[in-house]
């Protein structure tokens, strides 16, 4: 999943406010908890990009060829998904 450099500030921006808003959180410094949350989301979205590159071979390495977007796709890739997610601790 690829998030523009402005929907990622606008993503940050709103999980900042949030968490104000809710009380959950004081900032001392707003520009670097702004910036700490959109390094945050990155690392996300790039785990989950190498996660989906993974999954995807392991599902293709497979002897018998499964379609992608079949039921049984599905259910693997999720299943996978889950199970690298756990490796990385995430």
């Not at 293709?60 to 890739?77: C, K, M, N, P, V």
């Amino acid at each position: 999943m690829h998030f523009s450099e402005d929907r990622l500030t606008h993503l940050a921006h709103l999980i900042h406010d949030g968490l104000y808003k809710d009380d959950l959180v004081d900032y001392p410094d707003e520009d670097k908890a702004l910036r700490e949350i959109k390094k945050v989301l990155m690392e996300y979205l790039h785990l989950d990009e190498a996660i989906d590159e993974t999954v995807r071979a392991k599902i293709t390495s497979q002897r018998r060829g499964i379609a992608e977007g079949s039921r049984e796709w599905e259910i693997l890739y999720k299943k996978y998904f889950e199970e690298e997610l756990n490796k990385k601790r995430f």
